[in-house]
């Protein structure tokens, strides 16, 4: 039998549907609704395996259901990424950010880190190539794949990984934080517990990355939001601060979601539309080359404005 190239390099580096959906545990909507989020990020990465021409990969992620779109340009941008590090000649992230990737933008920078510890490359010095604000979400998608598919080491041993800087490891553990959220499939009660096991230094960037998974992905009811929310506690506006992050994205990317609607109602009393607002004001005039990343002064800001509504919330 004689193999394309894109069937071999669609078989050397694909993600088989079985090991993807090794995470769920059940049949109910919770699951079905995380296993079609999964599902989608590795079609769009086969996609760009089967084809990584731009205009062609284009069309087909338009065929994606728009709720779950985000979520294959996400594994297109994986796929892309792996390409532009085995043949670094072109520069297909960058040219799909100029496209499609532009409207997901948080999506592809997300993306990229996953490819990134797929291939066990380090991701820090890849930043510089990326945005100067988000960029640093590279450092959630990396985060997100090692939770996600080295579950016993990073989230049973809470194993923190070493070869990453301060910071970069704050993020990674936004991305461990959806992770969490998928692999104890949305359940309340067994996501505060695995938050539990962590040091508590660790758990404010668990909870942000709990809010947007919990805000994109879905898989919870109201009931269970609101839940999700009491037992935050004093992290409730880091939940807040995932979900206002989730409503700029979808915002951006036209794909609005009902789930998504919920969890800003919920998480930060906020409608989506206004939850956008607070992270669009929070872009504004950000120091760019300050001491500090620009990310964790947006971040910063957003968070603060939870706070303050906490407070005026507090008998």
């Known amino acids: ?55 062609t990969l284009t069309q087909r992620l338009n065929t994606i259901e728009p709720e779950l779109r985000g979520f294959a340009t996400e594994g297109a941008a994986m796929g892309l990424t792996g390409l532009d590090c085995f043949l670094p000649w072109k520069q297909r992230v960058k040219e799909f950010l100029n496209g499609h990737g532009g409207d997901h933008i948080y999506m592809v920078h997300i993306g990229v880190g996953e490819a990134l510890a797929r291939l066990r490359r380090h991701p820090e010095p890849f930043l510089t190539k990326f945005d100067p604000v988000l960029r640093w979400l590279i450092l ?8 996600f598919f080295r579950r016993r080491r990073y989230i049973d041993k809470q194993t923190l990984p070493s070869h990453l800087s301060a910071y970069a490891q704050r993020i990674f553990d936004q991305g461990l934080g959806r992770s969490i959220w998928f692999l104890k499939g949305a359940h309340v009660g067994n996501v505060v517990t695995a938050i539990g096991q962590f040091d508590q230094a660790r758990h404010a960037d668990l909870w942000s990355g709990i809010g947007v998974a919990c805000a994109y992905a879905g898989g919870a009811e109201r009931t269970a939001i609101e839940h999700l929310r009491e037992q935050a506690g004093m992290y409730s506006p ?24 919920i969890a800003c109602e919920v998480l930060c009393e906020l409608s989506s539309a206004e939850a956008a607002h607070v992270t669009e004001t929070a872009f504004q005039d950000l120091p760019i080359n300050d001491s500090e990343p620009a990310f964790s002064i947006l971040q910063q800001r957003i968070i603060s404005q939870f706070e303050f509504a906490g407070q005026l919330l507090t008998p």
Do not use: C
């Open 1 to 55: 039998m004689v193999f394309s190239f894109k069937q071999l390099r669609k078989s050397l580096m694909g993600v088989p549907e079985k090991k993807a959906l090794a995470f769920s545990q059940g049949d109910t909507p919770a699951w079905q609704q995380l296993e079609r989020s999964v599902l989608s990020a590795i079609a769009g990465y086969h996609m760009t395996l089967e084809d990584s021409s731009l205009e």
């Open 140 to 147: 959630d998608g990396y985060g997100f794949h090692e939770g």
């Open 238 to 261: 880091q939940l807040a601060l995932g979900a206002a992050v989730v409503a700029k994205g979808r915002q951006l990317a036209k794909n609005p979601a009902l789930h998504s609607d």
